[in-house]
């Protein structure tokens, strides 16, 4: 096996474990750090520089060219065109992130941020009474704050102690023109926010602080939905079935956030009532059942949301551990099944905004969210991938934990990366792809997906590879990793029968895309750009990806990672509250395609199922 | 004794038991039923009309009048005439219970009731989504209600299952553009309401079907904070100086309200679900303290409240046991000591309306809130009239309740009338006032207060009154009730020293009064009416309250009683929304006057310690 690098990212300090000779651009990606590429990692923009701070990378010519001698003496490099050849801490530019056409935090020259969250608060001293001014506290301190104000119930019973407490100073939180609590003296400094993705799978939570932008801290977990069902529509089912389901299902969420929630707040050393505000995006089913709405309507034709809007309310509505009286919002929706993560996602990127042809966002999960957006206007739609890509209904699959083989190279023999540098377990997505698509470039498997007998195979492949072909039921399947190799001393096999489940879930996510574009009037070639969104389409091998026909075949430049796109959109409508129009716009602007009412879908599928010939990669 | 009779109102079907000879609109006043009086009493407008349909009276010449003989065969009376000789069943038509100036419930000619309240309840049917039609359940709702209204969180985890529970037939419960619920059907005949009085001493809760105005029950109890203290002073200091003296008395008078709203719901049949709003009014410490707003502020120079509008919350913020998204309001007030109660009376009586001349509006209680209206201003105080009103500080003295001595006629002997027709235990403050009246009127007692020895008592007293006269310290006290006459075997006295107590709670009502008449350039003399409000201003005998100097020396015709007026008001505000917008004018519109910062006072103070002299009557 190649030897495994260890890359430290900084300020944000988080490290991966890489294969030798692994891009920086690809080990960064797969620590959640999203490096800009607009020249499609062509190594000629310069956008993805980087600053090796502790061991070091050779230089090509591009970065030469475009860093200059100076830099990279200092240790500049191109995070597209440097490779990893031994443990790396690398400085990575704020400048460099990725975070869409905008900034999030756009900073002026003098490093002012400019962040305009929906729970605004304002230190004021309030006139104090006298025997000739007796008007009540409620319009002191409504005066003092410009006039015309609400002042809330929670305000007004902590008013009266909190005007005394500090002679007369006092801060008000407001939402627009609701005064929703005051305390007492200057806190203007401790106003925190919250953005969370709610993932079937995955939850991630992360901690803002609200006046100046600085993100202090993510934390992320497993939905424990999990243990309800792997899919929505199981989960749906569970609500359906049982007297107490939504409840239980509810519970389970809003504690999981909750215990984030403290979680966060604990690293950061900051109480959980300074944080007055929390944005949560997440499918349609998962957000109406964050509310604590019934989603059975998700489950049954036609398959209609219970809301579309942007959803307000109280922390205490919720029971979320956050100031009872903070505002806590969830995303609008477009429909059943592109929900406010895919929003949060058109959000997060501006595609929108794009106006440099037409533009595919495909955020890869159990279920695919896919977004076209070409001339101004935007269709969406959802497939139904299965739990594939998460590593369920694989024989020897798992999720993308420590122990997953995450990476497959097959050349003279097999080759491997397995998470947290352990002995392989079982395979996980990214790994299921890169098999399948060395094992059709080596003419193992062929179009049908099928693992073809020594007899058919190609000649000049390397005994290595022929050893690990193992006949069962008239069908082979193919060795990954002997019993002497694994952690549970158990062979890991890439199954005839886990391709099949591969192919199912590729075929939908390209039946899907194929759909929209066909809607758009656009031919795959056309796509400016594919955006690759997603905690698990971030960790894809774009090459990879294409080979096995999940992607159109376009120049892999043109496939851009943008990491979590939901997370990063819920942190833009944290950060700025005119977020939320624009956010509404979109759903108005999107055009919902429901794949099971459309009559190519099935054709579309169908031809999906096959992997397409190596000319894809051409 | 003179006997006493029974006499029953209906449709109410209140009773109670008076003297043999009590004007029957006193009688009603007494049973809470205040009956209208425009001519003062004089028996020549014929408003006060009522049918005695059991038991008879005597008519008298003015009714023959008024009232034409077929009529007066038929049993109608004027209550301001007849004059009660034994038990009778009463029936007052509606046209004659005192409403103020307007109805409340104006009714159209068919029986149409005029209802606005702040919530309303629609039902409509909604469009079910069809494969063409995929728009979320809240896009219907809001299309289905006209369009443009914010849908709740309560409203959206309802809406779901309410949709499709009725064929897509639901009711909303709205607060404005807000939609506060959704409830499955048709339910709009399920909409109740409640107007609270939160007095010092007494709360009176009342049960109203806002569907059409009717009044379904009335409950009354007493505030239980009166264990924390008697009267606001001592609670505030409760609140300031023990850790949890806020939270007690929160709670005291939290569950007591709710337990009111049980026993309302539970007589009326009703679920406390199907209540959707709640109206309270009190002084401005019962409002802090029920909306748990610390009251320290009002108690401490120079006495601001917290708030002056009107406050509003959803139930679930107070605890209140009606529908948790239910709409609670507590009424504006003008001043730390001139709070909601008196705002709903001014409301309740439209005193802000009076154009006539100037009008006295008296709510006499442990508080005496005193407002005068002249020109369409008007002008407010407070007195702390201390809790000799209330039998406390007397030394026999009691509540209004069993075994008060409530009436005392002093002629050849004392006669009493004691509450539920049981043996006297005590005395409450309308037989306080009696008792001092009339021995005023036999020279027992001087203008300076002292009851006169046996040597300066004027010639000519029965000896029957002569022997009720006890040496003690110096001093005298008369003689109520022998030992063998009480139902303790104690005897009750009216003590020198609670003639003191009357005269100080007396002389500062009075010299309220004075001061505002001064502050508007307005003569005694000139008032046109005196309305009196509040539960003991209801049973105060007119001319005994002139006698003593209570209220300036005007005809007992211009002297009206207006009943529970905080609870009227509240009902008001209850019936229709717009009260609100009218009640916050009369915040900004009423001058609030401080005693406490008038240096007039203590002069009018002192004038109004002496009684004064026989001339008042005349």
Redesign the interface.
């Known amino acids: 096996m190649t030897r495994e690098c260890k890359v430290t990212f900084e300020p944000s300090g988080r490290s991966v474990f890489v294969l030798e000779g692994t891009i920086l651009l690809e080990a960064a990606a797969r620590a959640g750090q999203i490096i800009e590429t607009p020249c499609g990692g062509a190594g000629k923009c310069g956008k993805c520089m980087v600053r090796v701070t502790s061991g070091a990378c050779d230089s090509c010519d591009e970065e030469h060219t475009v860093l200059g001698a100076d830099r990279i003496r200092r240790g500049y490099r191109l995070a597209c065109r440097c490779r990893v050849k031994r443990d790396l801490v690398v400085e990575i530019p704020e400048t460099s992130l990725f975070q869409s056409s905008q900034k999030i935090l756009a900073t002026d020259a003098g490093g002012h941020l400019d962040v305009r969250p929906a729970v605004r608060k304002q230190c004021v001293r309030v006139t104090p009474?006298?025997?000739e001014?007796?008007?009540?506290?409620?319009?002191r301190l409504n005066e003092a704050l410009g006039g015309g104000l609400r002042?809330?119930?929670h305000a007004?019973?902590a008013?009266?102690?909190a005007l005394?407490q500090h002679d007369f100073t006092v801060t008000a939180a407001r939402v627009g023109d609701h005064v929703i609590d005051v305390e007492p003296g200057d806190t203007t400094g401790r106003c925190y926010g919250l953005a969370f993705d709610i993932g079937s799978t995955t939850l991630v939570g992360t901690l803002i602080n609200l006046c100046d932008g600085r993100e202090l801290g993510v934390v992320s977990r497993v939905n424990p939905q999990t243990a309800f069902g792997d899919d929505v529509v199981s989960r749906i089912r569970r609500c359906r079935d049982e007297a107490d389901g939504l409840e239980r299902l509810h519970m389970a969420i809003r504690d999981a956030v909750n215990d984030m929630i403290d979680d966060l707040a604990k690293r950061a050393g900051i109480a959980t009532d300074d944080i007055w505000e929390a944005v949560l995006a997440g499918n349609s089913t998962m957000q109406e059942i964050l509310?604590?709405?019934?989603?059975?309507?998700l489950g049954e034709?036609?398959?209609?949301?219970?809301?579309?809007?942007r959803?307000?309310?109280r922390a205490s509505?919720?029971g979320l551990r956050i100031h009872p009286a903070g505002e806590v919002s969830v995303f609008p929706q477009i429909?059943?099944f592109v929900g406010g993560d895919t929003v949060a996602g058109i959000i997060a990127t501006r595609l929108n905004d794009m106006r440099e042809g037409p533009v595919l966002l495909v955020d890869v999960g159990t279920n695919g969210e896919i977004v076209l957006a070409h001339e101004g206007r935007m269709v969406a739609t959802s497939v139904a991938a299965g739990p594939a890509f998460e590593g369920a209904r694989i024989i020897n699959g798992m999720r993308a934990t420590t122990g997953a083989i995450e990476k497959v190279v097959i050349d003279g023999d097999v080759e491997m990366n397995v998470i947290g540098n352990a002995k392989p377990a079982g395979i996980c997505g990214t790994g299921l792809i890169d098999a399948v698509a060395y094992l059709l470039r080596r003419g193992i498997v062929d179009e049908t997906g099928r693992i073809l007998g020594p007899d058919e195979l190609p000649a000049g492949l390397p005994d290595a590879l022929l050893r690990r072909l193992v006949a069962r039921n008239d069908q082979y399947d193919f060795l990954l990793a002997g019993p002497d190799e694994t952690g549970t001393n158990e062979a890991v096999y890439l199954h005839q029968r886990d391709i099949r489940e591969l192919q199912l879930a590729n075929a939908a996510i390209r039946a899907g895309i194929m759909i929209l574009l066909r809607h758009a009037g656009v031919e795959a070639s056309a796509l400016h750009a594919i955006l690759l969104a997603g905690g698990f389409g971030n960790f894809i091998r774009r090459n990879n990806a294409r080979r096995i026909g999940m992607l159109p075949p376009i120049d892999t430049a043109r496939i851009r990672f943008v990491g979590n796109t939901s997370s990063l959109g819920a942190k833009r409508a944290l950060l700025a509250a005119d977020e939320w129009t624009r956010a509404e716009q979109v759903v108005r602007e999107t055009r919902?395609v429901?794949l099971s009412?459309d009559p190519e879908f099935q054709e579309e599928f169908s031809m999906a199922m096959m992997f397409p010939g190596p000319e894809v990669e051409s």
């Open positions: 009474p006298t025997r001014d007796v008007r009540s506290d409620s319009e002042i809330g119930i007004l019973q008013l009266p102690l005394r509310c604590n709405i019934h989603p059975f309507a034709i036609p398959f209609v949301p219970v809301f579309r809007e959803v307000r309310m509505d919720l429909g059943g919902h429901d009412l």
